[in-house]
């Protein structure tokens, strides 16, 4: 599968408040990662690393689930999102399921972007000469069952992606109800943040702190690591699997990383 980034433009669906590109791994979390004002991209695909200013939205890609979809997803998130300053002023984590929720929204997300649903053969009332942002619109608002040109109706106003989203989160947190999550510190060197949920389950929080899932029904104190080898570990963990992009906030943290995945080991 051939993975095409065009950067997003402003156009008027964005300017209705309506997103036409969704993230995978969260902007909540890419932003821990562009402190500095700016933030370090390496992608597969083009095999080389990139600055890009804190606006940067390359991370989007066109949706493929309804804005139903992503309000579900968002849903889940907002937990973790809400207790990162937390997080990161205290340096402990306890909220486990917050952290479940994140991991199962994020894995959701990515199946949905690699397993495109196919639009619908339908009969019915035709939406005429109405325009991919008209067509956007009466969707975000909830208008299902549009027949466009040709006589296919859009699968995102079906919504198949809305119910596949929430069955798939639900699944996960089903299948790992006792999941706990250590928080590991670094004070060794950069964590990076990958796009795709690592099988591994780790989760970044920010450049210097990621989640990690440990055995189920045991808590552990926060672990701090004074070593860069297992700083590499973990990275390497994260980005092992990655075929799209991870970011980083230095520019030598993405080019060590990059170089061990090279490698295949730290």
């Known amino acids: 599968m051939t993975n095409n980034y065009p950067s997003p433009q402003h156009n008027k669906s964005l300017s209705l408040g309506i997103s036409t590109k969704h993230h995978i791994l969260s902007s909540c979390i890419i932003s821990e990662f562009s402190s ?24 989007w890609l066109p949706r493929q ?28 984590f306890r ?32 939406a005429g000469d109405l325009n991919d942002v008209e067509l956007d619109v009466l969707e975000s608002r909830n208008i299902t069952g549009i027949v466009s040109r040709g006589g296919r109706a859009i699968v995102r106003g079906v919504d198949y992606t809305g119910s596949k989203m929430l069955m798939d989160i639900m699944a996960f947190l089903s299948e790992n109800p006792d999941v706990k999550w250590q928080l590991v510190i670094s004070q060794a060197g950069d964590f990076v943040a990958p796009m795709t949920p690592p099988k591994l389950s780790i989760i970044p929080i920010c450049p210097d702190m990621v989640l990690v899932a440990v055995q189920q029904g045991k808590r552990h104190s926060p672990l701090v690591i004074r070593d860069q080898g ?37």
Request: hydrophobic share 35%; glycine share 6%; charged share 30%.
């Open 36 to 59: 500095c004002g700016y933030l370090y991209v390496f992608s597969e695909t083009a095999q080389k690393i990139e600055r890009k200013s804190r606006s940067w939205r390359g991370s």
């Open 65 to 92: 689930w309804s804005h139903g979809a992503e309000k579900v997803a968002a849903s889940y998130e907002k937990g973790l999102h809400n207790k990162i300053a937390r997080c990161k002023s205290e340096r402990v």
């Open 95 to 126: 909220s486990h399921s917050a952290a479940s929720e994140y991991y199962a929204a994020w894995r959701a997300k990515d199946y949905l972007s690699r397993n495109v649903l196919e639009d619908q053969e339908l009969f019915g009332c035709s």
């Open 230 to 266: 297992r700083i590499d570990e973990i990275n390497l963990d994260m980005v092992v699997g990655e075929d799209r992009l991870f970011v980083g906030r230095k520019r030598a943290t993405v080019e060590r990383v990059a170089k061990l995945k090279k490698q295949g080991h730290p």
